[in-house]
C-alpha cells in the first residue's frame, strides 16, 4: 500500500543501523506511524533536512506492516521556531504522544489541536494553558474523561471547597478518601474555564495533571521531565 502526500508532523527520530532512521510521525490521515527513512543519515540525503520536529510537511510512504518506509517529504508550512520553553513544552507533547497514543488510530481532531497548540507555543508565552489544555484534550481522545465541574457523585463543584481528585472516579470531598491530589474547587473551575492566571490554580492544576499522566501511561518514564526541572532550576 502506497500512501501519497499525508500532511504529517515528525515526533523523533532514532538511528537505525548504519545509514538510515526510524521515524516517529503524527499524521492527519493515520494518527500515529513508525516509518523507515532509509539512507537518512547519509550526508546528502534529500530527506535529512526534513525529518525536523515542530514542521508541518507532506509526506509519502509504503507498506502495511508496523514499520513503513518514507519515500519523500516535502514542506507544506512555515518552520515555527519553537524557543527555550516553548521548545521543550513541545517536546514534552511529542513523547506523550509516543508513549499514550496507540499507532495506526486516526484522530484528525486531535491531529489538528496538536497543530494549534505548536502555533501557539510559538507565538505565547502562556505555557500552563497550553500545556494542560493539551493534557486534558490528550486524556479525553484515549476515553479518560477529566471532570471539572462535578464531583464524583455528580454535585456541582464549589468553588471555596477542598477536594481530592482521584483518576477514574474524579473529585470528591476529603473525608471520602486519602488517595489522589488534594485542591480547591476553585483551581478545578479555573482549569475549566481555561483560566491559570491565579499561582495556586497553576501549581495545583500542574500537580493534577502530572499525577493523571503518570497513572494513565503506566509505567513509562517521560525524559522531558527532566528539561523541565533544568529549566526550573535555572530560571531560579
Known amino acids: 500500500?502506497?500512501?501519497?502526500?499525508?500532511?504529517?508532523?515528525?515526533?523523533?527520530?532514532?538511528?537505525?543501523?548504519?545509514?538510515?532512521?526510524?521515524?516517529?510521525?503524527?499524521?492527519?490521515?493515520?494518527?500515529?506511524?513508525?516509518?523507515?527513512?532509509?539512507?537518512?543519515?547519509?550526508?546528502?540525503?534529500?530527506?535529512?533536512?526534513?525529518?525536523?520536529?515542530?514542521?508541518?510537511?507532506?509526506?509519502?510512504?509504503?507498506?502495511?506492516?508496523?514499520?513503513?518506509?518514507?519515500?519523500?517529504?516535502?514542506?507544506?508550512?512555515?518552520?515555527?521556531?519553537?524557543?527555550?520553553?516553548?521548545?521543550?513544552?513541545?517536546?514534552?507533547?511529542?513523547?506523550?504522544?509516543?508513549?499514550?497514543?496507540?499507532?495506526?488510530?486516526?484522530?484528525q481532531s486531535f491531529f489538528n489541536f496538536y497543530h494549534t497548540c505548536l502555533q501557539k507555543l510559538s507565538s505565547s508565552n502562556d505555557y500552563e494553558k497550553i500545556l494542560r489544555s493539551f493534557e486534558i484534550k490528550l486524556l479525553e481522545e484515549l476515553g479518560y474523561q477529566v471532570k471539572l465541574l462535578e464531583d464524583e457523585d455528580g454535585n456541582e463543584i464549589i468553588t471555596n471547597q477542598l477536594y481530592r481528585f482521584e483518576a477514574e472516579y474524579g473529585a470528591s470531598l476529603l473525608e471520602k478518601t486519602n488517595n489522589g491530589i488534594k485542591l480547591r474547587g476553585k483551581t478545578l473551575k479555573d482549569m475549566a474555564n481555561d483560566d491559570?492566571?491565579?499561582?495556586?490554580?497553576?501549581k495545583e492544576s500542574k500537580l493534577l495533571m502530572r499525577y493523571l499522566i503518570n497513572f494513565y501511561m503506566g509505567n513509562n518514564i517521560l525524559k522531558t521531565k527532566e528539561l523541565f526541572l533544568k529549566n526550573e532550576t535555572e530560571r531560579k
Open 1 to 107: 500500500m502506497r500512501f501519497d502526500d499525508q500532511n504529517i508532523y515528525i515526533l523523533h527520530t532514532y538511528p537505525f543501523k548504519e545509514t538510515s532512521l526510524l521515524v516517529e510521525i503524527f499524521s492527519e490521515n493515520y494518527g500515529r506511524l513508525s516509518l523507515l527513512a532509509k539512507g537518512a543519515r547519509r550526508p546528502r540525503s534529500l530527506l535529512r533536512g526534513y525529518l525536523q520536529p515542530f514542521q508541518q510537511v507532506q509526506a509519502t510512504w509504503s507498506g502495511d506492516g508496523d514499520l513503513k518506509t518514507l519515500f519523500s517529504v516535502e514542506w507544506t508550512s512555515k518552520y515555527l521556531g519553537l524557543q527555550d520553553q516553548g521548545l521543550v513544552c513541545g517536546f514534552y507533547m511529542n513523547e506523550l504522544i509516543i508513549k499514550m497514543l496507540s499507532k495506526d488510530e486516526p484522530i
Open 196 to 202: 491559570y492566571q491565579d499561582p495556586v490554580t497553576a
